[in-house]
């Protein structure tokens, strides 16, 4: 098998039906298996859902987290390479062929994604740089904006970047020698960011490959589980972990005080 693409689902049924579709229409000439996990969903799905497309099903009891539910995907997989897709993605033409072949011609890489879409196909941002101190410091105090944006290189060719966004990356078998499995202490968001961050630690890389392209239906799936509010509390919890507590407390506070001076300034003027 050379490749295994994974889908976590958490109450995204029309969603995922119509992910795994697109995967079919795009006809990748590899060999490939689709296995769904799903974490405890009231909208339950069935095999016989997907009875035309052969798919895989893991079911949960209960929501494990972004990061375990694609780690069980991953140990039943049989492919050389795993390709994670979110469940609010359609899948273009070429694409899986296209991240496959790429990763098989860089010995180096760890992690590949496709250029992100969004529903009107316009570019989407989905390339990160890694959050510091520094960057903080010069985005929000010293006024150098975009360092803590998501952003999407120009040109349709090959890019090593930072990190990229998790709602669909292909990850090489030397990054599973070297990197291991998505840390299941993040329940959801930044298990993208360290992942990216034990790749290059590693002495591997992370590329952006714009000739694959998945539409991404952004937050479709993530606001089935979580309400905006809710959202910004769970990523404390994931920051803290990514950067530990004494980094998180410093960026929040640079972040704190920024919005402080710009509230001020606003009301004086």
Request: net charge positive; charged share 25%.
């Amino acid at each position: 098998m050379d490749l295994s693409i994974i889908i976590v689902n958490f109450n995204t049924k029309k969603l995922i039906l119509n992910c795994v579709e697109s995967i079919t229409i795009s006809k990748p000439k590899i060999k490939y298996e689709i296995i769904v996990v799903d974490n405890g969903s009231s909208e339950k799905i069935e095999t016989s859902d997907f009875v035309n497309y052969g798919v895989k099903i893991i079911k949960n009891d209960s929501n494990l987290g972004f990061a375990k539910a694609n780690n069980q995907g991953i140990r039943k997989a049989k492919g050389k390479y795993i390709v994670l897709l979110n469940s609010d993605t359609r899948v273009k033409k070429y694409t899986i062929d296209r991240l496959y072949e790429f990763a098989k011609s860089k010995s180096e890489a760890g992690v590949i994604a496709p250029r992100l879409l969004n529903p009107d196909g316009s570019v989407q941002g989905s390339v990160f740089r890694f959050p510091t101190i520094g960057r903080a410091i010069k985005q929000y105090w010293l006024g150098k904006k975009g360092l803590l944006e998501k952003y999407a290189p120009g040109g349709n060719e090959a890019h090593e970047v930072e990190a990229v966004v998790g709602a669909a990356f292909l990850i090489t078998p030397e990054a599973f020698n070297k990197v291991g499995l998505l840390d299941e202490r993040y329940f959801m968001y930044f298990e993208d960011l360290d992942y990216c961050r034990r790749v290059r630690q590693n002495g591997l890389k992370t590329y952006y490959l714009p000739k694959a392209e998945v539409m991404h239906y952004h937050g479709a799936s993530g606001r089935k589980i979580l309400d905006t509010r809710n959202q910004w509390r769970r990523l404390i919890p994931s920051s803290k972990i990514y950067h530990g507590i004494i980094v998180h407390n410093i960026i929040f506070f640079i972040t704190w005080a920024s919005q402080k001076v710009a509230a001020v300034w606003r009301k004086v003027n």
